[in-house]
């Protein structure tokens, strides 16, 4: 069985070397980003925590605000104060602007 191409051409050392360096190079180099992305990463996430503790802090403080008007509106509709309107009092009389 033969290759469909022909037999491989013959590879210069000097080709060769080059090539290993190079895959050497490029395996060194990606160690060294790594290592600098490790470090970022590590600083983002201190941060990140810092971060989620104010967020929680304001997130109370929202939910609390929220809770405290809740109380404030459930009481106004269980006395009937939340549905009350200028036009409720019976005495007073609506004047109609009627066009001419």
Known sequence: MSLPY????????????M????LL????????KQS?????????LEEEEKRK????KELAK???RIEKEEREVIKQIETGEYFKTDDDE???IQKVCVPK
């Open 6 to 17: 022909g037999p491989p051409y013959p590879v210069s050392p000097l080709i060769r070397g």
């Open 19 to 22: 090539r290993f360096a190079l």
């Open 25 to 32: 190079a490029g395996i060194a180099y990606g160690r060294i």
């Open 36 to 44: 600098r992305y490790e470090e970022l990463e590590e600083i983002w």
């Open 53 to 56: 503790v104010l967020r929680a």
């Open 62 to 64: 929202l939910k609390a």
């Open 90 to 92: 019976p005495n007073k």
